[in-house]
């Protein structure tokens, strides 16, 4: 005799892959075409949404923002530096601390790139229509504040 599943609802982490998965199939034959990974793309994009920081970007926040492990981010770093598309150096402020910048390759390849990929966003806004679009977007973003730990619990307590 088999027992049915407990579960009530739908997959929703693999659904989510899913969706990525059906998004990326899309970018990765440009982004492999350039000679980039999915890790490196993201890393770009990152800085390219931060090049006008003078500063530069700190690794934490691109591991944060591009969704790396430390680990993966400074091998990723190692190749994007022997590539030519990125720059590091130590924080002025705080040694202990490494920014990075695109150069200006790889801002020329962020622009680049970043055609392919809006022109695709424009046909899914075509077909899913402008507002469903947007309510995906809010959706999304909800779900990840919902899930977020709760930092300080305690502050919120009187």
Known sequence: MSRST?????????????AREAVMQHTRPSLREQGLSDQQWR??????EHAGDPAGVETGRIAREALLLGPSLT????????????AR????????RT?????????????SLSTTIEAHY??????????????????????????????????NVE
Not at 89 to 96: I, L, Y
Not at 104 to 110: F, K, S, Y
Request: with cysteine; aromatic share 4%; hydrophobic share 45%.
């Open 99 to 111: 920014v990075v910048r695109a150069t200006r390759a790889g801002l020329r390849l962020v622009g």
């Open 122 to 155: 424009a046909w899914m806004e075509e077909r899913l229509g402008k507002a469903r679009l947007a309510q995906l977007y809010d959706l999304l973003d909800e779900v990840i504040a919902l899930e977020q730990p709760l930092e300080h619990e305690s502050d």
């Open 75 to 86: 091998g990723v770093l190692t190749r994007m530096e022997r590539d030519g598309l990125i």
């Open 43 to 48: 890393v770009l994009r990152v800085l390219g």
């Open 89 to 96: 150096e130590r924080c002025p402020q705080d040694a202990r």
């Open 6 to 18: 407990p579960f009530v609802h739908r997959n929703l982490p693999r659904l989510l892959l899913e």
